[in-house]
């Protein structure tokens, strides 16, 4: 493997890290009274306002686009917004683990998309990786101590669906990273999903509610580094390696929480979820063996 994808798979999994810090920092949000709604409302405003004037003086071009590009960035913004929309629904019906154990199923989708429509052959290895990812999230979120069938049919509903649209936000991201810079497509897409986050709930509820100074510490650590900078090293990180990889190297997320919750918190883990941890580790690593042809 070149240093390039070395350095792709490195971009995706500090990615992960960093959005699964912001993990705990929600729960102290959520904990004080801010909805689920709200933070998703502030956090893409906050991370497209810091990231328009980061651009606007570090580098102006990435601000430009041509016109035809447009529809393909309002798309992208509004996949990107429903992702987080029906992430937390489904949180709301179902338990957390539940949750992200469904939504972590989209290398599943990224790789049949690839399969479908980008004529791409998965090496045995690749195939191993994605059923080992999604086996290691299911021990290390501990779903296997869940009653799957009798959950919350649209709570499973909501989790499946942003399964595909992280999915979606996948896909098209790798797709506008040909013809744009990283960080050209994180700004508009986060502006078009502050946009989106307005129109598909009550506008502006989240950036009109009183905050406490401890919180916009909070709110500010999410928006620029669980949002800003963590999405932004997806999107380097997807300019070097496929769709496919990359969706299965940020299975890492929800294994990063747990580790963090564990080293931060004094949660537990029990002997399951440390095989789930190894299982996932050990499925990144062997992506980079198989080789995929198109």
């Given at each position: ?176 990273l040909r013809r ?17 986050c307005n129109l ?43 769709s496919t990889h ?49």
């Amino acid at each position: 493997m070149n240093s390039s994808a070395r350095l792709g798979y490195l971009y995706v999994a500090l990615s992960a890290v960093l959005f699964a810090a912001t993990g705990t920092a929600s729960k102290f949000l959520f904990l004080g009274g801010v909805t689920p709604y709200q933070l998703v409302q502030v956090r893409t405003a906050v991370a497209s306002a810091v990231l328009l004037a980061w651009l606007a003086l570090a580098d102006p071009s990435c601000l430009r686009i041509p016109r035809q590009s447009l529809p393909r960035f309002i798309l992208l913004g509004f996949v990107l917004a429903a992702t987080m929309f029906t992430y937390f629904y489904a949180i709301s019906k179902i338990q957390v683990a539940a949750a992200i154990l469904l939504q972590y199923q989209s290398p599943v989708l990224v790789a049949a998309y690839a399969l479908a429509f980008s004529r791409e052959r998965h090496s045995p290895a690749t195939v191993l990786a994605i059923a080992g990812s999604g086996l290691g999230c299911y021990l290390a979120v501990g779903a296997y101590s869940l009653d799957l069938l009798s959950l919350n049919r649209a709570g499973i509903a909501g989790g499946l669906g942003a399964a595909a649209f992280l999915s979606g936000y996948t896909v098209l991201s790798e797709s506008a990273l040909r013809r744009h810079k990283p960080w050209t497509v994180l700004f508009y897409a986060s502006l078009f999903s502050a946009a989106a986050c307005n129109l598909l709930h009550e506008p502006f509820e989240g950036l009109t509610r009183s905050y406490d100074a401890v919180q916009w510490f909070w709110i500010l650590f999410i928006s620029i580094v669980g949002t800003a900078i963590s999405l932004g090293l997806y999107n380097k990180g997807l300019r070097l390696i496929r769709s496919t990889h990359a969706s299965i190297t940020a299975t890492l997320q929800p294994i990063a929480a747990a580790v963090i919750a564990f080293l931060v918190l004094g949660e537990t883990m029990n002997v399951w979820q440390v095989a789930g941890v190894v299982l996932v580790v050990a499925s990144i690593t062997l992506l980079q063996v198989g080789k995929d042809r198109r």
